[in-house]
């Protein structure tokens, strides 16, 4: 079997612009490939606080993909409520690649989605869990495989917010347009 996107664990040094456009466009792109597929998905948000959901309701049609959100701010809420293993949130804290990807499975499992999205990180503007401001882990869980990014964004908290929803939706449409056609066997 060959590796798929969804194998791999990337890192990228910065996030397009998060601007408006860029934002609502990304949401279309992943509502469209998802629709597509008769694929839905579900939303795990700790930085974002609750944007990459709603930019994703603000596209029409959204209703028939997005089946709901958990802002998990609090970290005791990644635990008690995605099943973020405690251990490791212990051992990192809540900025990390492999809380995102936990967040992102927890998420899809709580609300019984294809797909579950997760953002995690430091919107600044001071560092938080010995981060700097702009650390930013974002991730997607899929019946292929889970996806996870590392980013590192400039600018104040607005746009280190907007890079990460922009990230993490853009994330999920490529996966989507990389994954095996519909019918084809899940990884188990």
């Not at 499992?109 to 974002?138: C, K, N």
């Not at 980013?151 to 990389?178: C, I, K, M, P, Y």
């Amino acid at each position: 079997m060959s590796a798929t996107p969804a194998d791999q664990n990337t890192t990228a040094a910065s996030a397009p612009d998060g601007d408006h456009s860029t934002l609502v466009e990304a949401a279309r792109f992943l509502l469209a490939k998802a629709e597509e597929r008769g694929l839905t998905l579900s939303v795990a948000e700790s930085l974002t606080g609750g944007q990459v959901a709603s930019t994703l309701v603000s596209v029409p049609g959204a209703s028939a993909v997005v089946v709901g959100a958990v802002v998990a701010y609090a970290t005791r809420i990644k635990e008690q409520v995605l099943g973020v293993d405690a251990a490791r949130l212990a051992a990192t804290g809540p900025v990390d690649g492999e809380v995102a990807k936990q967040m992102a499975a927890g998420v899809a499992r709580l609300m019984g989605t294809d797909l579950g999205l997760a953002t995690t990180g430091v919107a600044g503007p001071g560092a938080a869990d010995g981060h700097p401001a702009g650390t930013v882990h974002v991730a997607v869980a899929s019946p292929w495989g889970t996806l996870a990014r590392e980013l590192h964004l400039s600018g104040d908290r607005d746009a280190v917010r907007d890079g990460a929803t922009t990230a993490v939706l853009a994330l999920a449409g490529a996966l989507l347009e990389a994954a095996p056609p519909p019918g084809a066997d899940a990884v188990e």
